[in-house]
């Protein structure tokens, strides 16, 4: 099997990686830098790149398209003739409901699209922080549409699997932007509003254990993308940042009563909470 990887930035390289180890020898990468292409060759992470895609997508049984929601449209409209027949594209992206009709529209008969997410990432962008781990026991998200065949879908997920995943899960486009919302976006969005809420008083460096440093892991933040997914779930999200809004002003309405009782209710709840999810 011929995979190509479109955008070998920090999850692309990953995939690369964890292709590569798991015994393909056909990995083939499209990225617009070349310095990117060119350290994934010198780590043998892929066969080739290309700046190219008419170069090699025409080639290609699968192509894994790790690029930002609004350029996935626009790379199948450009490449639409180029594909090869019966080909498999899957894609990364955080975001499905606004993309997945627009795929639909431009996407050929004859090409399969199965609309994928791995629940795994790195803060930092770029092919140096690409590591094939990161997938290792992460969660894995698919959402079949009507036109999507169970033997594409197959194809994806034993992939999945191959690379380290531990679970597949199948959802609707609208289900999925649902839950990410809750389980992805507005983490974010808490880490962002966390670390710029510190009034910078002190060196807060000096002072912060686990509990602050796990917290803000993820607010070192890749800028450019993660507006386009928060702008194109927004309406979602926004539900989800009220009903944080509604859990906090709970907490600080029993510290203004001192109501222990309550407190600890709520304490317990989270804890079980938390336990469950294991």
Same mark, same amino acid.
């Given at each position: 099997?011929?995979?190509?990887?479109?955008?070998?930035?920090?999850? &692309?390289?990953?995939?690369?990686?964890?292709?590569?180890?798991?015994?393909?020898?056909?990995?083939?990468? %499209?990225?617009?830098?070349?310095?990117?292409?060119?350290?994934?060759?010198?780590? /043998?992470?892929?066969? /080739?790149?290309?700046?190219?895609?008419?170069?090699?997508?025409?080639?290609?049984?699968?192509?894994?398209?790790?690029?930002?929601?609004?350029?996935?449209?626009? *790379?199948?409209?450009?490449?639409?003739?180029?594909?090869?027949?019966?080909? %498999?594209?899957?894609?990364?992206?955080?975001? #499905? &409901?606004?993309?997945?009709?627009?795929?639909?529209?431009?996407?050929?008969?004859?090409?399969? *699209?199965? *609309?994928? +997410?791995?629940?795994? &990432?790195?803060? #930092?962008?770029?092919?140096?922080?690409?590591?094939?781990?990161? *997938?290792?026991?992460?969660?894995?998200?698919?959402?079949?549409?009507?036109?999507?065949?169970?033997?594409?879908?197959?194809?994806?997920?034993?992939?999945?699997?191959?690379?380290?995943? /531990?679970?597949?899960?199948? =959802?609707?486009?609208?289900? +999925?932007?649902?839950?990410?919302?809750?389980?992805?976006?507005?983490? +974010?969005?808490?880490? =962002?509003?966390?670390?710029?809420?510190?009034?910078?008083?002190?060196?807060?460096?000096?002072?912060?254990?686990?509990?602050?440093?796990?917290?803000?892991?993820?607010?070192?933040?890749?800028?450019?993308?993660?507006?386009?997914?928060?702008?194109?779930?927004? &309406?979602?999200?926004?539900?989800?940042?009220?009903?944080?809004?509604?859990?906090?002003?709970?907490? #600080?309405?029993?510290?203004?009563?001192?109501?222990?009782?309550?407190?600890?209710?709520?304490? /317990? #709840?989270?804890?079980?909470?938390?336990?469950?999810?294991?």
């Amino acid at each position: 099997m011929k995979i190509c990887i479109v955008g070998l930035g920090v999850v &692309g390289g990953s995939y690369a990686m964890a292709l590569t180890e798991a015994g393909y020898e056909d990995v083939f990468a %499209i990225d617009k830098d070349k310095n990117t292409l060119d350290i994934a060759e010198e780590k /043998k992470i892929i066969k /080739k790149g290309y700046r190219n895609a008419e170069e090699i997508v025409a080639e290609c049984d699968l192509i894994i398209m790790s690029i930002y929601p609004d350029s996935i449209v626009n *790379f199948l409209k450009e490449n639409n003739g180029n594909f090869k027949s019966g080909a %498999i594209i899957t894609d990364a992206t955080g975001v #499905k &409901g606004v993309i997945v009709s627009k795929v639909e529209e431009v996407l050929r008969e004859d090409i399969q *699209f199965v *609309f994928g +997410h791995p629940m795994a &990432g790195r803060e #930092k962008k770029g092919i140096n922080y690409a590591n094939s781990k990161v *997938f290792t026991g992460a969660n894995y998200i698919i959402t079949p549409t009507a036109r999507t065949s169970e033997s594409a879908i197959k194809v994806v997920e034993d992939i999945a699997f191959q690379i380290g995943f /531990k679970r597949v899960t199948k =959802v609707t486009p609208e289900e +999925h932007d649902e839950l990410i919302s809750f389980t992805s976006q507005l983490p +974010h969005i808490i880490a =962002v509003a966390l670390i710029n809420s510190d009034n910078e008083k002190y060196d807060t460096g000096r002072f912060i254990g686990d509990s602050y440093r796990e917290l803000t892991r993820i607010s070192n933040i890749n800028g450019e993308l993660w507006t386009e997914l928060f702008l194109n779930n927004k &309406g979602n999200l926004l539900k989800r940042i009220e009903e944080f809004e509604n859990q906090i002003d709970i907490i #600080k309405e029993n510290l203004i009563s001192e109501n222990t009782d309550n407190l600890l209710e709520i304490f /317990k #709840k989270s804890s079980q909470r938390r336990e469950n999810l294991e």
